[in-house]
């Protein structure tokens, strides 16, 4: 139970705005994202076809022009360097890509990435993690780690901004929790978007956004989470970093949810128990948006615009000496 201290203290760390959606595009699309995902939870899948379908859905769409990929490895991890024409690091961006822990790629994530980097003119790396079942936890947040101690070493801490997109941004704060264990600095900033925070699923919106986010389905979301915690207590900070208390310390950070995101209750939850641990936190509610909306960016222009407000975050946070 929060004390009224609690609440006081909050209100001076965190800081929510509202974002109303305006485009008729952000009407239909989660109409259509909805009817779609019904379909496709309808039919037969398996997990390999699950894969196959999110890498060639996200092959479809357009990605900037004039973003330089270098494949490169960090401590053995693999990694790929995005490069806005002209540019060089530092600063950098530090990216974790979603998929649930079970799909997704670095390759299949560029439409998001490829419009960070053109967004925030800055060189992004990638980590391309092990997925689970395959690679469950704790072997993924360990890779995020491993590449997220090899940056450290070649670039300043305060020029690096970590950010994550659901699951993926799971697995950066599960790494920079680890991090903060051993002594690691920690970056400059933190972006998380619609971040998976609570693998137990306990949060209300799982049930009530069922039929409101076109991207998560709730027997998915259950089916994902017993693939990667592998019978392991999911309340553990490590897998639900909701629960985590040790965020004292931790850099300023930006959570974008949408209302109609099967996770926007944890997100918002996040925000407030970073906050009330003396993390200063911004919290960006774009109403009418699904899971990770900014992948359609190139329908939606709400998705355009959140890009355009994590790189304000990002600037102004550089700027700081």
């Not at 209100?11 to 965190?14: A, H, N, Y």
């Not at 998560?216 to 017993?226: G, Q, S």
């Not at 959140?306 to 700081?320: E, G, N």
């Given at each position: 139970?929060?004390t ?6 909050t209100?001076?760390?965190?800081t ?15 109409i259509?994202?909805q009817?779609?995902?019904?379909w ?75 419009r ?37 070493t ?89 629960f ?19 996770l ?23 109403h ?10 190139h ?6 615009k ?15 000496s």
């Open positions: 139970m929060h009224q201290h609690d609440m006081q203290d209100q001076k760390t965190l929510v705005r509202h974002i109303r959606r305006h485009s008729w595009q952000a009407f239909i699309a989660p259509a994202l009817f779609y995902k019904l496709r939870h309808n039919r037969p899948t398996s997990l390999e076809k699950e894969r196959r379908t999110f890498e060639h859905l996200c092959a479809r769409i357009p990605l900037p022009e004039n973003i330089e990929q270098r494949r490169t490895g960090a401590n053995g991890i693999p990694c790929e360097w995005q490069l806005p024409a002209g540019t060089e690091p530092p600063p950098v961006l530090f990216y974790v890509h979603g998929g649930g822990f079970v799909v997704g790629s670095v390759a299949g994530y560029r439409p998001l990435t490829h960070l980097a053109n967004a925030t003119g800055l060189p992004l790396l990638a980590v391309d993690y092990s997925l689970a079942p395959e690679h469950p936890f704790p072997t993924p947040p360990d890779q995020v780690l491993q590449a997220y101690g090899w940056l450290i070649r670039y300043a801490p305060s020029q690096i901004i970590v950010m994550g997109d659901s699951a993926g941004a799971n697995l950066a704060l599960s790494a920079l929790l680890q991090a903060k264990r051993e002594g690691k600095p920690m970056p400059r900033a933190l972006v998380l978007i619609s971040p998976w925070a609570d693998l137990t699923l306990s949060m209300p919106g799982i049930r009530k956004k069922a039929w409101l986010d076109g991207i998560l389905h709730p027997k998915r979301l259950a089916m994902a989470a017993e693939l990667y915690a592998s019978g392991q207590d999911r309340r553990q900070p490590f897998l639900s970093p909701l985590a208390e040790e965020y004292a310390g931790f850099p300023s950070t930006l959570i974008q949810v949408g209302t109609h995101d099967l926007f209750d944890e997100g918002k939850a996040l925000a407030e128990r970073m906050a009330q641990q003396g993390v200063h936190v911004e919290l960006e509610i774009w009418g948006m699904p899971h990770v909306w900014h992948l359609f960016a329908r939606m222009p709400e998705g355009q959140a890009y355009l407000h994590i790189a304000d975050f990002v600037k102004r946070h550089l700027s700081v």
